[in-house]
């Protein structure tokens, strides 16, 4: 929920937030801050399944996935940074955030069972413990 507020402060509030901390000529940067914003919100929800894979010797696939990502990244960075400026950069940042934080907590269910995002617990579950 705090990630979800500062990602709406960032969306809503970026320019005057760029302003009021790093001077009038960040203010034009509010698009690429709520596009990264984005992309770490995703990182946020989805847990930290990269540590859960690690420490459960999943090592290998982490790695895979993150290297695979981060080609993919930088390569669509280098194909849209000419046409599109730091706008195109900031949404091929955010869409690989996106997509190696999904890829990685799908794969700590597969391989270790475990999801890593918040869950919510029923209300049978949360009474036991006061019993």
């Given at each position: 929920i705090p990630a979800l507020v500062v990602l709406l402060a960032c969306v809503f509030f970026g320019a005057p937030i760029l302003d009021l901390f790093?001077?009038?000529a960040f203010g034009r940067g509010a698009a690429v801050l709520a596009l990264l914003s984005v992309g770490?919100?995703?990182n946020v929800w989805t847990g930290s399944c990269g540590v859960t894979m690690s420490m459960t010797g999943h090592q290998t696939a982490l790695m895979t996935i993150t290297v695979i990502s981060s080609v993919f990244t930088v390569g669509g960075c280098f194909l849209v940074v000419g046409s599109?400026?730091?706008l195109g950069v900031a949404s091929v940042v955010?869409?690989?955030?996106?997509?190696?934080?999904v890829s990685m907590w799908l794969e700590t269910r597969r391989r270790a069972g475990i999801w890593t995002h918040l869950s919510i617990p029923r209300w049978r579950d949360a009474r036991r413990l006061f019993e």
């Open positions: 790093y001077g009038p770490k919100l995703v599109y400026g730091m955010c869409a690989g955030t996106i997509v190696q934080n």
